[in-house]
């Protein structure tokens, strides 16, 4: 069974400071996603990356997938208050079952 | 974007009673639905997979007779948590997968279950 374990479990930290965020499996992603999820709401996607090597950028985020597609991190650059939540990574393990990571759970500062 | 609702949004009920929570994806078909669980401060977890016209394939350790899913049509599925107790007391969320073949999920904005 594919296991994916994020790290810190916990962050809290000041506005404007930046942060990474870690994903790593314990195999190879079929395609991995990142997700934020914010109390009393479903998650809602905000990156999909398949090529190993691959790095995305979303406005502050930047999503970075490991060469050997068995990592991949988040980082966010001067963090916003807007930026608090749970964060997920996901792979869909080839078979439509999503199967999510022990999750990040951010706290922004204002 | 698509679009999932869940209805209903929290509910809080008697322990021994039965709860029924709907899934709809509103402006796509959903052949497969899924149903998860999270715990507070804790990931999500797969429960089982819902496939429209047959039964569902439950995950290891998620008691079928427990949690009875209908998927009826492209765009519902249900979810009845027969006979709760407090356990069971948790964040549900369903994601549907398009028909038209992409392997996206579009997630639900869950409903938050009390069972006292």
């Known amino acids: 069974t594919q296991l994916l374990e994020q790290s810190p479990q916990f962050l809290s930290i000041q506005e404007g400071e930046n942060l990474t965020v870690y994903c790593n499996s314990s195999s190879v992603f079929s395609s991995l996603q990142w997700y934020r999820q914010e109390p009393g709401e479903g998650p809602v996607l905000l990156v999909t990356v398949v090529t190993g090597g691959e790095v995305k950028k979303l406005k502050r985020l930047t999503f970075q997938f490991g060469d050997a597609r068995k990592d991949s991190s988040l980082h966010i650059t001067a963090a916003q208050p807007g930026d608090t939540g749970l964060y997920l990574c996901a792979d869909t393990s080839g078979t439509y079952k999503y199967i999510f990571g022990t999750g990040t759970r951010l706290k922004v500062l204002a | 974007g698509a679009v999932v609702s869940q209805h209903p949004s929290w509910v809080i009920c008697k322990s021994g009673t039965s709860v029924k929570i709907e899934c709809r994806s509103l402006d796509f078909q959903a052949t497969t639905m899924f149903w998860y669980r999270q715990f507070p401060k804790q990931s999500l977890m797969l429960m089982a997979t819902s496939n429209e016209g047959s039964k569902a394939t439950y995950e290891q350790g998620v008691e079928k007779d427990k949690f009875l899913i209908n998927h009826a049509s492209l765009t519902l599925s249900t979810l009845t948590v027969t006979s709760a107790h407090p356990e069971d007391s948790s964040f549900y969320i369903c994601?549907?997968?398009?028909?038209?073949?992409?392997?996206?999920?579009?997630f639900g904005p869950g409903t938050r279950l009390l069972v006292l």
């Open positions: 994601s549907a997968r398009d028909a038209g073949g992409l392997e996206t999920q579009y």
